[in-house]
């Protein structure tokens, strides 16, 4: 089964054709993070304006990459929720147009469980069950796979998501937009110990995570030096802030392994791409003998790619919508709300 799946929920209008959930036969993304670097952040207006215009080229695009035309796909697919409501209508009422055109089923996609379908993507043996971290720009949670729709949120960020935190500490220490990447790049070498920095816990939700006192505490370094007019080792910062948030990623990921017997585990979303991350997972899944999953990097961020791969799923689920398929900012991961 052909599904052209199409992503637009922040700053990337992507759309993707995958063959049975697994065979990426094209993936295209157009990203808009030059334009918004200017102001240090998405612009929501500009993001969905740059949508209009990038949608129908990138469609067409995926769909001559694939070297299909829309009558030989099987499904459409997009992402309608959570995210930035003017960014996601492009893509659902682009998506609803071609779907009811071409007399297709409508397949909507919850951005996050796509982010974890980017695994099946990168490791073609993966299956459901397993337990999942997904880290993004706005959203961080440990969640129970337990099959392809089937999902049980057992925590998530009370205030900041991980993305968010690195990024926010980035823009203080001077990088541009979306410094999450940059501070991961600038922390390689950097004395991790060199700064001792708190590592929030959420009393009596141990699954739960905060980061705005780390993150807080970090800016206070910063403005403190600035004051004095010092110049700060900013590796060495980077280093020690990486290794603080990637300590409470792991301290709660790894408690939530070990209380649910789980053996099988993933990360998922934009920060999945983070260097430490990976390989604090990589090794602490040896030691424990678990199975660890990590997408390709090209598929941490972003893509239409991994929608297509979780609206196969979901098709096979039942989740169709009609023509009255609306975005929505938010939404629980654990919610099927459409079947
Ligand atoms: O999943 P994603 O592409 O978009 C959302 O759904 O939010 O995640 C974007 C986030 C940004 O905050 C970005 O700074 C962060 O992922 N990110 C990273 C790295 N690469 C991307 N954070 C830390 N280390 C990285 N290597
Ligand atoms: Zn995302």
């Not at 991980?162 to 390689?188: C, N, Q, S, V």
């Not at 301290?251 to 017997?261: G, I, M, P, Q």
Request: aromatic share 6%.
């Amino acid at each position: 089964m052909k599904i052209l799946a199409l992503e637009s929920s922040c700053d990337e209008t992507a759309a993707a054709i995958v063959e049975d959930g697994r065979k990426v036969l094209s993936s295209v993304v157009a990203s808009q993070v030059e334009e918004h670097k200017l102001y240090g952040g998405v612009v929501p207006e500009i993001a969905s304006r740059r949508h209009c215009e990038a949608v129908v080229p990138v469609t067409k695009k995926a769909l001559e990459d694939a070297g299909l035309q829309l009558s030989d796909v099987d499904a459409v697919a997009v992402t309608y929720a959570p995210g930035l409501i003017g960014a996601l209508l492009v893509g659902v009422n682009f998506a609803k147009g071609l779907a009811m055109a071409s007399h297709k089923p409508l397949v909507p996609v919850h951005h996050l469980r796509s982010h974890v379908a980017a695994n099946y993507i990168t490791s073609p043996e993966l299956k459901p069950p397993f337990l999942g971290l997904v880290v993004s720009g706005g959203h961080t949670h440990i969640v129970q796979v337990k099959d392809y729709t089937d999902i049980t949120v057992l925590g998530q960020t009370r205030d900041d998501a991980a993305g968010e935190a690195f990024d926010k500490a980035a823009r203080a220490m001077g990088m541009p937009y979306p410094g999450g990447i940059e501070l991961d790049k600038t922390a390689e070498g950097g004395n991790e110990n060199a700064y001792s920095l708190p590592h929030p816990h959420v009393d009596g939700s141990p699954y739960d995570f905060s980061f705005s006192g780390l993150k807080t505490a970090v800016i206070n370094v910063i403005h403190n030096a600035e004051q004095r007019g010092e110049t700060l080792p900013v590796k060495d910062l980077a280093a020690s802030y990486r290794k603080a948030v990637v300590d409470c990623l792991e301290r709660n990921f790894v408690k939530a392994a070990s209380d649910t017997d789980s053996t099988k585990l993933v990360i998922a979303g934009g920060v999945s791409a983070n260097r430490l991350l990976r390989r604090r997972m990589e090794s602490i899944c040896q030691e424990h003998g678990w199975q660890f999953y990590r997408p390709e990097l090209s598929l941490c961020g972003d893509n239409a790619a991994m929608v297509g791969s979780q609206a196969y799923y979901e098709f096979l689920a039942g989740h169709i919508a009609g023509p009255d398929l609306n975005a929505r900012p938010e939404m629980p991961m654990q919610e099927n709300s459409i079947s």
